[in-house]
């Protein structure tokens, strides 16, 4: 086994938009880096072939001469500045690639990112992501970490996945990568499901603190922490004035607070993966046979 840290070597920070990014907390936490990293685009994945434009709407904007622009949900892989290399030499082996989850051909997709991987020698992939859970927001965010690879979970003193189901982008891509003897691990934030329609900068906090400690690089953390007292105290004030809201907070402390005590902690986080991941697809597919039907009667009325 190699002795050295795996993810100090050329790592690729991966998060995707969509519903791997509960309250936007995982590609968030990859644009902080980002910026620190004074990342630039170097390659990118046209979107044309692999999205559902009315699901990942294109954006209009201004540029800098005042011209009106059209930016298409595309997939970048960002690399780090020079400038930001000389001052921080660490930051030389990051790389991120952000995006929107793909509604089409995802082999195709896949296999794009693979070539982007070979070509571009990058050695190890931390996948991030943030799912909907039944936890409270008064309490410490859990961040599950886990690697199908032998020799990250020895480095890192993480658990393999047990899970069988539904999966998304992400796990399709960490599976690829370990069947070509790519160190993976995947890091998953639990947002509190009351909550995670909302930007959540204590969610996006606890993420790129378990970023920190995987890659072993320190990152400016900004006004995070103040944002992250800023929103706790936000919700409380909501729920001083709903008592069923509060009552309901206060179940998830009491679950929250035996979990911790339990041995089976473990079993129980990997239960909670499994329910949003199955809600989440369970979810998607409804949502796509309702729009089916609309689409149907707007057929037979223009009949």
């Known amino acids: 086994m190699n002795s050295l840290p795996i993810f100090s070597q050329r790592t690729l920070l991966v998060a995707f938009e969509g519903w791997n990014d509960a309250a936007e907390a995982a590609t968030q936490a990859l644009k902080m880096i980002a910026e620190q990293l004074q990342s630039e685009s170097v390659q990118n994945i046209d979107p044309e072939e692999y999205a559902e434009f009315h699901y990942a709407r294109p954006h209009v904007f201004f540029d800098e001469k005042g011209d009106?622009?059209?930016?298409?949900?595309?997939?970048?892989?960002?690399?780090p500045g020079v400038e930001a290399i000389v001052a921080r030499p660490e930051f030389g082996n990051l790389f991120i690639l952000l995006g929107v989850e793909p509604a089409l051909r995802w082999r195709a997709f896949v296999a794009e990112i693979l070539e982007i991987i070979e070509d571009r020698d990058i050695q190890a992939v931390v996948f991030v992501g943030s799912m909907i859970a039944d936890?409270?927001?008064?309490?410490?965010?859990?961040?599950?970490?886990?690697?199908?690879?032998?020799?990250?979970?020895?480095?890192?003193?993480?658990?393999?996945?047990?899970?069988?189901?539904?999966?998304?982008?992400?796990?399709?891509?960490?599976?690829?990568?370990?069947?070509?003897?790519?160190?993976?691990?995947?890091?998953?934030?639990?947002?509190?499901?009351y909550v995670h329609q909302?930007?959540?900068?204590?969610?996006?906090?606890?993420?790129?603190?378990?970023?920190?400690?995987?890659?072993?690089?320190?990152?400016?953390?900004?006004?995070?922490?103040?944002?992250?007292?800023e929103w706790e105290r936000g919700i409380d004030e909501i729920a001083e004035g709903d008592e069923?809201?509060?009552?309901?907070?206060?179940?998830?402390?009491?679950?929250?607070?035996?979990?911790?005590?339990?041995?089976?902690?473990?079993?129980?986080?990997?239960?909670?993966?499994?329910?949003?991941?199955?809600?989440?697809?369970?979810?998607?597919?409804?949502?796509?046979?309702?729009?089916?039907?609309?689409?149907?009667?707007?057929?037979?009325?223009?009949?």
Do not use: C
């Open 244 to 303: 069923d809201m509060a009552g309901y907070i206060q179940q998830l402390e009491k679950t929250r607070d035996e979990l911790q005590e339990s041995e089976g902690s473990g079993d129980l986080l990997a239960s909670e993966f499994e329910k949003f991941l199955r809600q989440s697809y369970e979810k998607k597919d409804g949502d796509k046979r309702e729009e089916k039907r609309d689409e149907e009667k707007g057929e037979s009325s223009e009949g």
């Open 68 to 79: 009106r622009q059209i930016r298409w949900p595309a997939t970048e892989l960002l690399a």
């Open 135 to 193: 936890v409270p927001h008064t309490r410490p965010i859990k961040i599950m970490t886990f690697s199908q690879h032998e020799d990250v979970r020895h480095q890192l003193d993480v658990e393999k996945s047990d899970y069988e189901g539904p999966v998304g982008i992400l796990t399709v891509l960490s599976q690829a990568l370990e069947e070509m003897n790519v160190p993976t691990v995947n890091l998953w934030a639990q947002v509190p499901a």
């Open 198 to 229: 909302s930007p959540s900068p204590k969610v996006t906090l606890a993420l790129l603190t378990e970023i920190e400690r995987v890659v072993g690089v320190s990152f400016d953390h900004g006004s995070l922490a103040d944002e992250a007292f």
